[in-house]
C-alpha cells in the first residue's frame, strides 16, 4: 500500500500540468485583446488607439502560448498565482480565505449527510417494501430530485421571510463589527471556530444560526443521494449465501446486520462519501448565492462573470489537487474497509 501511495503522490504534478495545461490553452485561445481584460481595471486605460497594444506587450500577451504558461507555472511554483480582479488580492490569498468558508460548511452539512444517511439505509434495507422502507425510500426521492436552488429559497422563505428564524449571510450586522474590531483576532477564518477561539459564545452562536439553512439544505440533498447507495448494497450484501449461513446457524440478527453485513456493504458507499466530501469542497455555487455565503464557489463564479482568467485557473489548480488527493484517500479506505482489497 505505501508503494502504490508514493506512485499516486508521484504523479499528483503531472495530473495538475496537465489539467491547467488544458485550461490555460483554453483561455489563452481567446486572444490578447480578452486576456487584457484580466489585467485593465479601468476603461481609461484602454482610451488611446494604440493603449490596447502597448499594454498587451507590457504584460507579454502576445508571446506564444508555451512561453506564457511556462512563466505563470513558474511563478505558481513560487507561491505567485497571479492577482485576482474580483478578490482584489493575489488569487492565492483569496482562495485560501474563501475555501475556509466552504469549508466550514463542508464539516457541518457532511457530519448529518453521512450519519443519517448510512443509519437510514440500513434500516431501509433492512426493513425492505415494509412501511417504514417506503417511507424512506419518498422521502429520499424528493430530497434527489428537487433542485438545491429551490430548496434553499423554499426554505428561505419560510424560515427567514415569514418567521425571521434563520438569516442569510454570515453573521449578523453587529457581530460583523465586533469581527472587524481590533480586539478580533482572525485565526482559521471560519466564523464558528474563530468566535470560540476567542471566547465569544454569542458570536459563534449567531454565526451558527446563519449556517442551519444552508446545512440543512446540503444534508438534504446530498444525504438522499448517500441513503439510496446505501439502500442499494445493503440490499445486495443481505442477499448473499454468507448472510443466509449465518442467520441459520442461528447468529443473532444485530450482528449478522453490525457485523457482517454493513462492513461489506460500506465499500461502495465509501466511493460515494468520498465524491460528497470532494463536492462539498468544491463550493456550492447555487448554495452560497442563495444564502449569501462568501465561500469559494461564489468567488469563482464571480471570477467567470467578470473575466477574472488567472482566479479562475487558480481555482482549476486547487481542486484538480483536492481530486486526486480526495481519490487517493478513497481508494486506501478500501484496503482499511475490506482487507481482501490490496492497493498494487
Given amino acids: ?181 481590533a480586539e478580533w483576532h482572525t485565526i482559521t477564518h471560519m466564523p464558528t471556530f474563530d468566535a470560540l477561539l476567542n471566547g465569544r459564545f454569542d458570536v459563534f452562536l449567531d454565526a451558527l444560526r446563519h449556517m442551519i439553512l444552508p446545512v440543512i439544505t446540503l444534508a438534504y440533498l446530498w444525504w438522499a443521494y448517500l441513503l439510496r447507495i446505501t439502500r442499494s448494497s445493503m440490499l445486495e450484501v443481505l442477499r448473499k449465501d454468507y448472510i443466509r449461513t449465518a442467520r441459520a446457524k442461528g447468529v443473532p440478527e444485530k450482528i449478522v446486520i453490525n457485523k457482517h453485513a454493513k462492513r461489506n456493504a460500506l465499500i461502495p458507499v465509501v466511493t460515494v462519501a468520498g465524491g460528497t466530501v470532494i463536492g462539498l469542497l468544491s463550493g456550492t455555487v447555487i448554495i452560497e448565492s442563495v444564502y449569501s455565503r462568501s465561500g469559494i464557489g461564489r468567488f469563482l463564479a464571480d471570477a467567470a462573470t467578470q473575466l477574472d482568467y488567472w482566479s479562475i485557473i487558480g481555482g482549476a489548480l486547487f481542486f484538480s489537487f483536492l481530486l486526486v488527493i480526495g481519490n487517493l484517500i478513497v481508494d486506501v479506505s478500501y484496503a482499511i474497509i475490506d482487507p481482501r482489497i490490496r492497493l498494487q
Fill in 1 to 181: 500500500m505505501t508503494a502504490y501511495i508514493i506512485r499516486r503522490l508521484l504523479l499528483l504534478p503531472l495530473i495538475l500540468i496537465g489539467v491547467t495545461l488544458i485550461i490555460f490553452a483554453m483561455i489563452w485561445a481567446l486572444g490578447p485583446e480578452r486576456l487584457l481584460a484580466s489585467y485593465v481595471k479601468s476603461p481609461e486605460a484602454l482610451k488611446t488607439p494604440d493603449a490596447a497594444q502597448r499594454l498587451i506587450r507590457k504584460y507579454g500577451l502576445d508571446q506564444p502560448m508555451p512561453v506564457m504558461y511556462a512563466k505563470w507555472l513558474w511563478n505558481v511554483v513560487r507561491g505567485d498565482m497571479g492577482y485576482s480582479l474580483v478578490g482584489k488580492e493575489p488569487v492565492a490569498k483569496a482562495i485560501a480565505e474563501r475555501f475556509t468558508y466552504t469549508f466550514e460548511l463542508a464539516i457541518y452539512a457532511f457530519i448529518p449527510v453521512v450519519l443519517v444517511a448510512i443509519s437510514l439505509g440500513v434500516i431501509s434495507a433492512v426493513n425492505h417494501n415494509k412501511f417504514i422502507d417506503q417511507f424512506i425510500r419518498v422521502f429520499a426521492l424528493i430530497g434527489w430530485s428537487l433542485p438545491d436552488f429551490v430548496f434553499g429559497l423554499l426554505l428561505l422563505w419560510i424560515f427567514y421571510a415569514k418567521l425571521g428564524w434563520f438569516p442569510p449571510g454570515m453573521v449578523s450586522p453587529e457581530y460583523d463589527l465586533v469581527m472587524r474590531s
